[in-house]
């Protein structure tokens, strides 16, 4: 890659995302935002052969990636060099509630170390179904935490994984905790929302700017909802062939400015998968 490109992804990631559209080739077509990929998607891959996984990603034309959780046999610095050698930047950190409530500025360093303006939790612990006392717990935690965040210039985001949807005066326990966090914001998974029984572009158009980032991944038609945020990894289908409506919400979160779409596709056809998603993405009109 030319340095020129590099140099302008990188100045590009300090940049607020509302305000400036960054281009991304992908197989020769520019898309005016970043497609990225959650390094979770490739998890098996990157046990057998890290370095075949990381090209891989560099083969799809993938050059925004979400995770860091895992180092998978590197050191850090290694990794970091890998990932540079390829042209591929995480632009968002994992981090665990643990850590956003007990040390969250172990959060920061992951992601000033990779240049990272955003990092990502994914999990509340709760037992016995998620209740408006652990949301309120949760909020006082993402407050707190992304205000320290927010002074290093990074944005703590929430994960929903479905559980969060439970009724709550006349509306849901998720909708307590986007009305009450204001120091944090949260990244919306489409296939999570459904999971919990939400319209996930209904929910974008409910609660505009609060959704940062996005994660793509469609399910299985007839797939039964849940809401205890598990389901069967194999209803993970190739983006436009399942039974959430991507093209509204793509054309919602292009409306709304936001810049981060990570795919991630958890089944075990990942590899032929994505490309066909990608491509689906670029067929979409409103794109």
């Known amino acids: 890659m030319g340095l020129f490109m590099k140099l ?37 891959q990157f046990a057998e052969d890290p370095h075949k996984a990381l090209d891989q990603i560099q083969d799809w034309g993938i050059h925004a990636v979400e995770g860091s959780g895992n180092l ?25 509630y643990e850590e956003v409530r007990d040390n969250p500025i172990a959060a920061v360093y992951r992601a000033k170390f990779y240049g990272a303006n955003f990092t990502t939790f994914y999990w509340i612990p709760h037992s016995d179904g998620f209740t408006i006392d652990d949301a309120k717990v ?14 290093h210039g990074i944005t703590l985001q929430y994960h929903p994984h479905g559980y969060e949807f439970q ?17 944090a914001q949260f990244q919306l998974d489409v296939f999570w929302a459904k999971q919990g029984g939400v ?38 289908v190739i983006l436009g062939a399942g039974d959430i409506d991507i ?14 779409y990570f795919l991630e596709d958890e089944s075990s056809r990942v590899i032929q998968q994505v490309p066909q998603s990608i491509n ?8």
């Open 199 to 236: 319209n996930p572009a209904e929910l974008l158009k409910k609660y505009p700017g609060r959704f940062t980032s996005l994660h793509l991944k469609d399910r299985l038609k007839g797939t039964p909802d849940s809401s205890n945020g598990a389901a069967d990894k194999e209803t993970n």
């Open 247 to 260: 093209a509204s919400v793509m054309a919602e979160a292009k409306r709304q400015g936001i810049r981060y």
């Open 167 to 183: 009724p709550h005066n006349g509306e849901t326990v998720m909708d307590y905790m986007i009305q009450n966090v204001d120091q």
């Open 138 to 151: 949760a909020v006082e935690v993402m407050n707190k935490a992304g205000a320290l965040m927010k002074r």
């Open 72 to 96: 998978y046999g590197f050191s850090v610095e290694e990794f970091r060099a890998e990932l540079d050698k390829r042209g591929i930047d995480i632009v968002s950190t994992d981090t665990s």
């Open 280 to 287: 689906y993405l670029k067929s979409l009109e409103k794109y």
């Open 8 to 44: 302008s992804r990188k100045l590009s990631s300090f940049l607020s995302y509302g305000v400036v559209v960054t281009t991304l080739l992908l197989n020769g077509q520019a898309l005016a935002h970043d497609v990225g990929l959650q390094l979770w998607s490739l998890r098996n």
